[in-house]
């Protein structure tokens, strides 16, 4: 089945330590999100991609940062987790051709926890 | 700007119950609505969709009708499972050519057996 997949699914890093979460699909799809999302509370858009073309949210830190080598896959860079990055975060795909009616798909998410 | 306002939860039902979740949203144009649900420990996935006005979306027992008049799009089953309870969230893609969804904030649904 084509799919949004995020690996590792649990991250474990030290405070200060720069961490690197990875998500691939294989449904072809020409825009990749990153979310990050904290217990009870909506997902909140950090950056996404529309191909090649990064877009980066207006209040997203300057610790997140984001590579997107190839259609297929996206990386989320933290370079300096504070304890307040402690979250779940997801990745999500949509293919955008014209009107914006295209439903995302999402990764299983990773927990990311900082000791 | 746009936006997506849920009731907010959790909203606890016995087995079998009727649920409604209420949704409206405010957006210029003619939006895309979604309904997706989370269950713990998982992504977000699409539950159903509604495209423009009068539009029905359905799956898995799960109804909501695009409503332009009042700006809704409520969640309704005629009858809960254990299996339901998730975080159910709304969300609205504008039509002017926005590929950045808004979603509202969620809503917790816990079913009793």
């Known amino acids: 089945d084509a799919m949004v997949i995020q690996n590792p699914r649990y991250q474990v890093t030290q405070f200060g330590k720069p961490v690197t979460l990875s998500c691939s699909q294989t449904?072809?799809?020409?825009?990749m999100y990153w979310y990050q999302q904290k217990s009870s509370q909506a997902p909140k858009l950090l950056f996404h991609?529309?191909?090649?073309?990064?877009?980066n949210e207006a209040d997203t830190p300057d610790n997140f940062q984001s590579r997107r080598p190839n259609t297929s896959f996206c990386f989320l860079d933290i370079r300096s987790p504070g304890l307040g990055d402690a979250a779940m975060y997801l990745c999500?795909?949509?293919?955008?051709?014209?009107?914006?009616?295209?439903?995302?798909?999402f990764g299983d998410g990773t927990r990311l926890s900082i000791l | 700007g746009d936006s997506v306002t849920q009731m907010e939860g959790p909203v606890t039902l016995s087995e079998e119950a009727f649920l409604t979740i209420n949704c409206t949203y405010t957006?210029?144009?003619?939006?895309?609505l979604f309904w997706y649900v989370q269950y713990p420990g998982e992504g977000l996935q699409l539950l159903l969709k509604?495209?423009?006005?009068?539009d029905k979306g359905s799956n898995k027992g799960f109804e909501a009708t695009y409503r332009k008049e009042t700006t809704s799009f409520h969640l309704e089953k005629g009858s809960v499972q254990v299996s339901d309870s998730a975080v159910y969230f709304c969300?609205?893609?504008?039509?002017?050519?926005?590929?950045?969804?808004?979603f509202g904030r969620g809503t917790s649904l816990i079913v009793h057996p």
């Open positions: 999500a795909t949509s293919r955008v051709a014209g009107a914006g009616n295209q439903p995302q798909h």
């Open positions: 991609y529309y191909d090649k073309d990064f877009n």
């Open positions: 509604a495209t423009k006005a009068d």
């Open positions: 957006a210029t144009g003619y939006p895309s």
């Open positions: 969300a609205l893609s504008d039509s002017g050519g926005s590929y950045i969804p808004t």
């Open positions: 449904l072809n799809h020409n825009v």
